[in-house]
């Protein structure tokens, strides 16, 4: 029977005001989709190079600080900056033509190193992308506060919170549509910094001499007083310390799933304007900061001083010195989004390995990763209200994963290449630059770790590693599954038959037993046989059905989609042929798509109206000890799809099986 009329008023309600916040429903059968969503190297540079460009709001000014009395150290810092960031940009450079299809630092550490080594890397880049969208809208804040009254200060978390959930509704629209939306806010940053970073240097170019007469002095001073290693010692904690300046230079790298074809060649020039951007911001400002003696302010960010300094004596200065930094704190906005585009791409590849429960590999209608999206920006809210927005404290924690991530990603290029040095003839030259990626990386991580273990690394430490024995326990729980599921499989190599094939086409009019599968195997095959057993001669044809699901393992390119629409049709006609053999007249029914249930309730409804006589079937796992971990790891389609159905009326039963651990 139909159900309520002002039931499926509220359902179109309902649906109309998910278009509403999210957009309609995209067409994953449309040849084109892959290129219409795809991102060319100037909205890649902005969706996933955005948060290495950010980072010289952050990086270099903790980096000052911690230079203290010997800020014409600066000058030192600006040359080492720009040479690291070309360094780590070179080696992840190689690594897009070696991994074209991303997944950055954990597929990396996965194939060059072990699988284990991989869910650390992993693990470190999913707290990391936590704290890129933490880090970068508490750095937003911070900017935009910096020129409002200091009795506003009090409303800067709160306004922080809000910017995570407004990034989380336009990334649930997609990936294109919310880097596109923010465009104009980094072209804005771009245009700012170049007038402010080029005034500044050309206006003070009298002070290069004077300038440079004093770094000549500080430096016989201080060589005097505490000799070539105090000097070393305090310029490797200050380059140390300012190591956010990196973060972020491995997005592009992880991000390659989302770039237009050539992919390879899109990413590579993405990382090209990503290195340069950020090596002329850094450096550049490093150097205004000594040339305009810029010191901490309380209330204000660094380079919200020096923007005052620079701007000051300008007609409507004090507008140029706003713009400049509402410029960078809305770019600070769009460097978030590398955390809610690359995070849920992380979790995903985890996922299809088993690592993390598998939802988080599905894809929604608008094809993003819903699960993952909401998922990075509720810990992002969460890290944000714990840490009360502490930019000092977050960039502290963010540093340690990424030169965590950094390392690894570098210690396994080395090994590969010495690995295949046999046949590559340029292994000496790659692996020069990953052995001095690997120190430089090594090194930040080793002296932040000592400096600022007390001051918030503890806790990174301790979230990573909790994070990682929880991907263990969840690997070693689908181990189990799979292990108890193979049991089934034995079913596969002793098929009874009737000795008749029946190939009669199905009639509509008797009955008919329609079972819903996923792959031909022997879980389906089990339930096919319960379905037998339990009622005998009660069913007279079989349909079975199933929805060819594109998730972010196979969404890649048409020729994968479909791939797999052909194996699903196979696994289908398997399951025909093996009913057949059984005496029944047998058909199947499939459809491809994100959503199972979506795809699948329709899909039944309109099997219903052609075999009034029908019954539908579906199996599902059951455990000797529920528990609601079993319930996040395993999904609850099936108990979905009864719902939907029964409501409207058509008979659906569930069959357990029993997968013994």
């Known amino acids: 029977m139909d159900p309520p009329k002002d039931a499926w008023n509220w359902e179109d309600i309902r649906a109309g005001a998910r278009r509403t916040i999210i957009g309609a429903k995209k067409n994953i059968e449309d040849p084109g989709i892959f290129h219409k969503i795809a991102l060319f190297p100037l909205l890649a540079w902005i969706g996933l190079g955005a948060d290495g460009v950010s980072s010289s709001s952050y990086g270099p000014p903790e980096a000052v ?16 900056t720009a040479f690291t960031v070309f360094i780590i940009s070179y080696a992840y450079t190689r690594i897009i033509e070696h991994f074209p299809s991303g997944g950055g630092g954990y597929i990396v550490a996965t194939h060059t190193i072990s699988e284990r080594a991989g869910v650390v890397s992993g693990s470190a880049l999913l707290i990391d992308y936590m704290l890129t969208i ?17 009795r506003w200060q009090a409303f800067k978390l709160v306004f922080a919170c809000l910017l995570i959930l407004i990034l989380i509704e336009l990334n649930l629209r997609g990936v294109k549509e919310s ?30 001499v004077p300038v440079a007469d004093g770094i000549q002095a500080g430096l016989s001073r201080d060589l005097a007083a505490i000799g070539v290693v105090g000097i070393l010692a305090v310029f490797f904690r200050a380059y140390s310390l300012g190591g956010g300046t990196y973060t972020g230079i491995e997005a592009v790298a992880n991000g390659m799933q989302i770039m237009r074809e050539p992919k390879v060649k899109t990413g590579k020039r993405t990382m090209a304007y990503m290195a340069v951007s950020l090596a002329v911001l850094s450096g550049g400002l490093f150097l205004c900061y000594l040339l305009w003696n810029v010191a901490p302010v309380p209330g204000q960010t660094l380079n919200a001083v020096l923007a005052a300094k620079v701007f000051g004596n300008w007609p409507l200065g004090e507008v140029f010195a706003l713009i400049t930094i509402f410029s960078e704190g809305a770019l600070l906005m769009v460097a978030a989004q590398t955390g809610f585009i690359d995070g849920p791409r992380v979790m995903a590849n985890m996922a299809i390995d088993s690592w993390l429960p598998r939802s988080f590999a599905l894809l929604s209608e ?44 570098e210690f396994g290029m ?27 990386c090594s090194t930040i991580l080793s002296i932040t770790l000592y400096e600022k273990f007390g001051q918030g690394g503890w806790l990174t430490l301790f979230l990573t590693s909790g994070l990682i024995g929880v991907c263990f326990a969840i690997h070693g729980h689908y181990q189990s599954v799979t292990r108890g599921m193979r049991k089934l499989d034995v079913l596969l190599d002793t098929v009874p038959t009737t000795g008749v094939k029946n190939t009669s086409p199905v009639n509509p009019h008797k009955m008919t037993a329609v079972q819903l599968v996923n792959g031909f195997h022997g879980f389906g095959v089990n339930t096919f046989y319960s379905i037998v057993k339990n009622f005998p001669g009660v069913y007279e044809n079989f349909i079975f059905v199933s929805i060819a699901v594109v998730d972010s393992g196979t969404f890649k390119g048409s020729a994968e989609v479909n791939a797999l629409a052909e194996s699903t049709k196979t696994a289908l006609l398997k399951y025909v042929d093996l009913a057949q053999d059984m005496g029944f007249a047998a058909d199947y029914r499939i459809d491809i798509g994100t959503d199972v249930v979506d795809l699948a309730v329709p899909l039944c409804k309109n099997i219903a109206k052609e075999f009034p006589n029908s019954t539908f079937f579906t199996g599902q796992i059951v455990f000797r000890h529920e528990n609601p971990f079993q319930k996040v790891l395993h999904n609850e389609t099936a108990f979905a799809i009864q719902r939907r159905l029964q409501y409207s009326g058509i008979t659906t039963v569930i069959l357990p099986i029993q997968a013994e651990k």
């Open 414 to 440: 080395s090994r590969f290449f010495y690995k295949n040095r046999t046949v590559d003839k340029d292994w000496k030259r790659h692996i020069f630059i990953h052995l001095l990626g690997l120190v430089l």
């Open 65 to 80: 600080v911690a230079l203290g009395n010997y800020a014409y150290l600066a000058v030192f810092l600006a040359l080492g």
């Open 134 to 150: 933490t880090v970068s809208i508490a750095a937003c804040a911070d900017a935009i506060f910096s020129f409002l009254p200091y």
């Open 179 to 208: 880097v596109t939306i923010l465009a104009p806010l980094f072209l804005v940053f771009i245009a700012a910094h170049a007038l402010l970073l080029g005034y500044g240097l050309f206006a003070h170019s009298a002070q290069f």
């Open 366 to 409: 608008r094809l993003t990763m819903t699960n993952g999206i909401v998922l990075m920006g509720g810990s992002a809210l969460i890290l944000m209200i714990f840490t009360h927005g502490s930019i000092t404290f977050l960039v502290t924690m963010y540093a340690i994963n990424v030169f965590l991530t950094f390392s690894i990603s």
